[in-house]
């Protein structure tokens, strides 16, 4: 199979460091896969969450097959993400503590079909941070167009 879906959450650089990346298995329905495969999905809005020892993604937005029958899923579902359990056990300990979060930041499928989340263990930047990462980026932008010309 093609490694050609790439479905990335840009805001997450953009609203967090992103200390350590992990990548996880997600527990989908026929019709979310096929979907995803068409990259029919947006992952904006999503964010993981412990309920219990089980670590879920919640908001990721799936649209549904346009081949599917009457049989569709439900868009904004919670979805069980897949991890080893000494992984599960160590984000829990870091989510758990003050200023980390877990967040998505790309889905993908691997060389065998299947699709992977790859999620963050991140901080949060505070509003200079996100000023000092608009200037780096236009900076390395002018540079680009002054090596162009």
Same mark, same amino acid.
């Given at each position: 199979?093609?490694?050609?879906? $790439? ?22 329905? &026929? ?6 495969? $068409? ?12 309920? &219990? ?59 065998? &079909? ?8 991140? $901080? &949060? ?25």
């Amino acid at each position: 199979m093609k490694n050609d879906v $790439q479905i990335k959450n840009k805001r997450a650089f953009f609203d967090f460091h992103i200390i350590e990346k992990y990548n996880a298995g997600i527990a989908l329905l &026929g019709t979310e896969i096929k979907a995803i495969r $068409q990259g029919k999905a947006n992952m904006t809005d999503a964010f993981c969450m412990f309920i &219990g020892n089980v670590l879920y993604i919640r908001n990721l937005h799936v649209s549904e097959y346009s081949h599917s029958s009457f049989h569709h899923h439900e868009i904004k579902r919670d979805r069980i993400l897949l991890l080893h359990k000494k992984e599960l056990k160590k984000l829990k300990a870091k989510s758990e503590e003050k200023g980390y979060t877990i967040v998505p930041l790309r889905i993908f499928t691997n060389e065998r &079909g299947f699709a992977k989340l790859e999620i963050a263990l991140a $901080q &949060g930047k505070k509003e200079f941070d996100k000023r000092d990462s608009i200037k780096d980026r236009e900076s390395k932008r002018e540079m680009d167009r002054a090596m162009k010309a």
